[in-house]
């Protein structure tokens, strides 16, 4: 058995700080072989930079996917031509930065592909996700069983139409972007797991991790805001998901979540 760790986006430095205290004793206590986790808000909300990803990568995360917000960050467009460990939504155009996928080697020896893809509802309009999911998901498992998918959607129809789409192809369809971890993590028919949102590691007591009274004077007068991350008691949202590394199927999804973190 592979067991992967899935951390749900990681909000500015108390999001860091969350992963720095709680991502080492999880690895042991849950027998962790990888640790993903997605950073597009982990550089003060918005981006990611090269010192914050070595910083996580340090801590024990083994990989990063990102979002919409992944070019927040200028020095991004670098950094991600040359960290494979990083990696941005496959369905950007060709010629985009980076990669949409990679495959990872745990310390056991198996191999796991990571692939994110990024919805189009309420979403800026990119490469259709759906093609492209089927498209690279069966190109990786030439390489590999194991295919862990990161669908980074506003729409929950468009994650949960995303997890029918792959059941039986990938091993696992893990939602990011809404910050709210959803309680329908399950394994498909077709064993793939899967959950609509793997949550938020950051501020609780925040807005989605940023500051309340900055969000709700945006919603209460109409008017924009330049957001921050909230401070207070952090969470950590995560799944930890079981896979064969023979067939590649989901054994089991189990939600994570720490208080006070």
């Not at 991502?23 to 909300?45: Q, T």
């Not at 498992?141 to 139409?161: I, L, Y």
């Not at 059941?167 to 993590?185: C, F, K, N, P, R």
Request: hydrophobic letters at 45%; charged letters at 25%; glycine letters at 12%.
């Amino acid at each position: 058995m592979t067991r992967v760790l899935f951390i749900g986006d990681i909000v500015g430095e108390p999001g860091r700080k969350a992963v720095f205290r709680n991502l080492d004793r999880l690895k042991g206590e849950r027998d962790i072989d990888l640790a993903i986790g997605n950073a597009e808000n982990a550089a003060g909300g918005f981006g990611v930079t090269a010192e914050v990803a070595r910083d996580l990568f340090g801590a024990g995360v083994d990989v990063l996917t990102t979002g919409n917000h992944v070019w927040d960050k200028r020095e991004a467009l670098d950094f991600i031509r040359t960290e494979k460990r990083l990696i941005r939504p496959a369905n950007y155009p060709e010629g985009t930065p980076g990669a949409g996928s990679a495959i990872f080697s745990t310390a056991r020896g198996d191999r796991v592909a990571v692939l994110q893809v990024m919805g189009r509802v309420f979403m800026p309009a990119l490469d259709c996700p759906f093609r492209t999911a089927a498209r690279e998901v069966a190109r990786l498992k030439r390489e590999t069983p194991m295919v862990v998918v990161d669908m980074h959607a506003e729409a929950t129809s468009e994650k949960v139409a995303m997890g029918w789409h792959l059941d039986g192809e990938a091993s696992a369809v893990l939602g990011t972007h809404t910050h709210v971890q959803t309680a329908d993590a399950r394994v498909l028919p077709g064993g793939t797991g899967y959950i609509t949102d793997a949550g938020m590691t950051g501020p609780m007591d925040g807005v989605i991790g940023m500051k309340r009274d900055l969000v709700l004077a945006r919603f209460l007068s109409g008017m924009p805001k330049r957001f921050s991350v909230a401070s207070g008691p952090n969470q950590f949202c995560a799944v930890a998901v079981d896979l064969d590394p023979d067939t590649g199927r989901c054994l089991a999804i189990d939600r994570v979540y720490l208080r006070d973190a």
